[in-house]
């Protein structure tokens, strides 16, 4: 018999992180029991392929405003996609997307947020909720308000709200309007930020006064 595919919605929680998955090739580090680690389904065929990086725009969003409901801090967006407060890591996402005949048959949202983890092996930018705020956190509890979250931004999607969405991630984004130093292979260079394309690649102003593109991993910024 075939296996039947998992409903849109459909939530895999992972207890134990043993070798976390990230952009292209970073791993996430997770105590047992400490952190949330999971996967959303959902089939967003609604969706445009070139449209693609509004679904890390929504669930970017969702993290953010679920550190901000459980605390009295502000958090960022560090694009690509990583959850910031100052200048450390708190959360990150990762999303993978089966397409067919030209559409987003599925996409798998991958999400790791520290919550209650306070050392972090060799990553000296990690931090968790504890970390800030020096509580423990009920991981369902913070669990059912981010899935809430995701949802409320998963039906704007659908309803096609870009505009709400992108203003909303412009004014969570690391750096906006900022000038910020960046690596590119070894070559230190201040830029400032000026937003995101339609593909998902960083806009930034350079010196010169001119705009230019990078796509992930062609840059990284540096701290």
Known sequence: MAKSEPIEGTVI???KQTNGKGQIGNT????EGKNLTFSIILKPT???IEDQFMLSKIVSLACVETFEYFT????????PNDIYIENNK???ILIENMLSNGKIATSILGVGLNINQEHFLNLPRAVSLKNVKYNNYNLISVLEVLLKKIDVYYLKLRK???DEINNLYIDKMLGFEQERIFNEKGNLFKAIVKGVNKQGQLILELENGYQQVFSFK???WHF
């Open 13 to 15: 929680i992972t207890d």
């Open 28 to 31: 996430w580090q997770s105590e």
């Open 46 to 48: 609604f969706l445009k």
């Open 72 to 79: 009295s801090k502000k958090f960022k967006i560090k694009w």
């Open 90 to 92: 708190i959360g990150g």
């Open 160 to 162: 096609g709200k870009f």
């Open 218 to 220: 062609e840059i990284s």
